[in-house]
Antibody, heavy 120, light 108 residues
């Protein structure tokens, strides 16, 4: 079974750093892009960026470029989302999701991790 | 950047048919995917590539896409279908994912 399991909820102060994780299982980790999606309280889904775990190539939404860092560790089949200096506006649930494709640009996300609540 | 527009809410009685539109400029030329998100849960894919159902998704869920509107249709709506529904495309110009703002389906 393909699964993405995310790290637990976090509470941080403004200005602190944070790295949350998304551990993949049930498939070849380096064969699929993994994306990150933000959901602020009571709001919709926002695409943040995506990583190709095989070589760590990343693409960011302009809204999140320079604000977060997406990385991956092939040895542990884990993707990460990191902040160097959190702001109160970073309070949200963050989801990782595997990108499926039937050929570019026909791309969608399945499955999704359970989400990580970050409170700043 | 590409924009997808969804109505904030749709209401339907149990047993009726719900139609949830997703508007975008020439969206019919793109592939549209739909996610269901129930309160407190992660999104779940219910339709991919316009009208394909992942395994485990009931046949009551279907999709269509033409012109400037894609539509998610749920027939014989049940109380358990109450959720937020999001459409999504991949913008080939920016090489980014784009989500609609979401539609809350209320089952009366």
């Amino acid at each position: 079974e393909v699964q993405l399991v995310q790290s637990g909820a976090e509470i941080r102060e403004s200005g602190e750093s944070l790295k949350i994780s998304c551990k993949a299982s049930g498939y070849i980790f380096t064969a699929y892009w993994i994306g990150w999606v933000r959901q602020m309280p009571g709001k919709g889904l926002e695409w943040m960026g995506i990583i190709w775990p095989s070589d760590s190539e990343t693409t960011y939404s302009p809204s999140f470029q320079g604000q977060v860092t997406i990385s991956a560790d092939k040895s542990t089949n884990t993707a990460f989302l990191e902040w160097r200096s959190l702001k109160s506006s970073d309070t949200a649930i963050y989801y990782c999701a595997r990108r499926e494709s039937s050929g570019w640009p026909h791309n969608w996300f399945d499955p999704w991790g359970q989400g990580t609540l970050v409170t700043v | 950047s590409y924009v997808l527009t969804q109505s904030p809410s749709v209401s339907v009685a149990p047993g009726e048919t719900a139609t949830i539109p997703c508007g975008g400029n020439n969206v019919g030329s793109k592939s549209v995917h739909w996610y269901q998100q129930k309160p407190g849960q992660a999104p779940v894919l219910v339709i991919y590539y316009d009208n394909n159902r992942p395994s485990g998704i009931p046949e009551r869920f279907s999709g269509s896409n033409s012109g400037n509107t894609a539509t998610l249709t749920i027939t014989r709506v049940e109380a358990g279908d109450e959720a937020d529904y999001y459409c999504q495309v991949w913008d080939s110009v920016s090489d980014h994912a784009v989500f609609g703002g979401g539609t809350r389906l209320a089952v009366l």
